[in-house]
């Protein structure tokens, strides 16, 4: 439904290559967070901003870098320096401490 | 950092049971932990959520409890139907600095056979 729009769905790239997965929200909401996904870690945290030109990194921040520079847009790139890039990406975002997270439907990247 | 704990990581049980998800947290300054659940092939959903002020709260079938001394929570799902088959994620969120930052735990699978 409406709301967190990540695009595209499926990306394929070449190792050694850097990628961009883009994540928009019409929600107005002041947090956006990314999370990588593999089976049996779960959600792990990558990026995350409070407000536009500010971000902090995750718990597995290296080999990717993030902008803020406008509200709705929180872009996620994937660089040459991630050893696993492969894997289920996942942006979300939030309105408010203590409020739920709203979820996009996620990008699945596969490098080869 | 906050490290959240997830237990147990696949779950089957009989439609009409109960289930029971168990999660603890290792920050003391998280303050919020909301549950998702994530159908095969769809995004993380909420299903319930509860503040550290409170110690239970109940959603019809689904109810969470918190015991912020021992630093647990859980989900509680009575009842079990096979559209509750799902993987469920617990998440602590702790306020730091202006940012919220939300830990999540590493799901559990949950299989409601019929």
């Known amino acids: 439904d409406g709301g967190i729009t990540q695009s595209p769905k499926y990306l394929f790239r070449k190792e050694g290559q850097n990628v961009t997965l883009s994540c928009e929200q019409n929600?107005?909401?002041?947090?956006m967070y990314w999370y990588r996904q593999d089976p049996g870690q779960g959600l792990r945290l990558i990026y995350y901003s409070q407000i536009v030109n500010d971000f902090q990194k995750g718990d597995i921040a290296e080999g990717y870098s993030v902008s803020r520079e406008k509200k709705e847009s929180f872009p996620l790139t994937v660089t040459s320096a991630q050893k696993n890039p492969t894997a289920f990406y996942l942006c979300?975002?939030?309105?408010?401490?203590?409020?739920?997270?709203?979820f996009g439907n996620g990008t699945r990247l596969t490098v080869t | 950092g906050e490290n959240v704990e997830q237990h147990p990581s696949t779950l089957s049980v009989q439609e009409g049971d109960s289930a029971v998800i168990k999660c603890t947290y290792s920050?003391?300054?998280?303050?919020?932990f909301p549950w998702y659940k994530q159908e095969l092939g769809k995004r993380p959903q909420l299903i319930i959520d509860i503040r550290s002020n409170v110690g239970e709260k109940k959603d019809q079938r689904i109810a969470v409890t918190l015991n912020k001394t021992a630093k647990h929570f859980s989900l509680h799902i009575t009842e079990t139907q096979p559209e509750d088959s799902a993987v469920y994620f617990c998440?602590?969120?702790?306020?730091?600095?202006?940012?919220?930052?939300?830990?999540f735990g590493i799901g559990t699978k949950l299989q409601v056979i019929p």
């Open positions: 929600l107005n909401h002041d947090a």
């Open positions: 920050d003391s300054a998280s303050n919020y």
């Open positions: 979300a975002s939030s309105p408010s401490y203590n409020s739920p997270l709203h």
């Open positions: 998440a602590a969120e702790r306020n730091s600095g202006g940012y919220q930052k939300v830990t």
